[in-house]
């Protein structure tokens, strides 16, 4: 249970004001349609997280707690840094001639595979060697932050600060990695 519920907040606090739900929100204003969209979207965040979750498990028969530890902490400042950085919507999905679920399936797969998103689904998996239970909790994580994104759509931005959110979550990754790297290194 540890697995669903920590992977659900890090992908719920990743993917706040991120690229992805950027795009989230552009595919929602161009289709106006949130079912498909949305459909496309869990599609993919399930998919991009049972990769994740996958390779995190099978981390954990190779590599010490101590160092799946250490790659929890990296993953977390890897999220941290990466929410520093600011972020445009992207202009994927715009030219192509696919209906709104395969679109948004398609360009918030590739949008989201190698993000933080995954890195951290993998950390989790491998510290809690579960594969279901981090899939699911991550993909339920990246829906729950991208189901606001496709009900407003543009008008997102308006009601929420998104990056003040954003820059709020990567201050909690960056200190939650540096607590979890000196847990792990024995400095304290």
């Known amino acids: ?33 949130p079912g498909p969209v949305l459909a496309g979207i869990f599609l993919a965040a399930i998919a991009n997280a049972l990769a994740a979750a996958f390779g995190g498990t099978l ?7 101590r160092a799946i530890s250490l ?21 994927m999905g715009a030219t192509w001639r696919t209906g709104p679920f395969l679109t948004a399936a398609g360009c918030f797969f590739l949008l989201e595979f190698g993000d933080k998103t995954q890195f951290l689904t993998a950390a989790l998996a491998a510290q809690f060697d579960s594969l279901l239970l981090a899939a699911a909790g991550a993909a339920a994580g990246v829906a729950a932050a991208s189901l606001p994104a496709v009900l407003l759509g543009d008008r997102l931005a308006v009601v929420m600060p998104l990056r003040a959110i954003r820059l709020t979550a990567a201050i909690l990754f960056l200190i939650l990695g540096l607590v979890v790297a000196v847990n792990a290194l024995r400095l304290v």
């Open 1 to 33: 249970m540890d697995a669903l519920l920590s992977t659900f907040l890090a992908a719920a606090m990743a993917e706040w004001g991120d690229k992805t739900q950027l795009l989230v929100m552009a595919l929602a204003a161009r289709y106006g349609r």
């Open 59 to 65: 981390l954990n028969g190779m590599i010490t707690l």
């Open 71 to 91: 790659l929890v902490a990296v993953s977390l400042v890897f999220a941290g840094v990466a929410g520093l950085v600011g972020n445009k919507t992207p202009d």
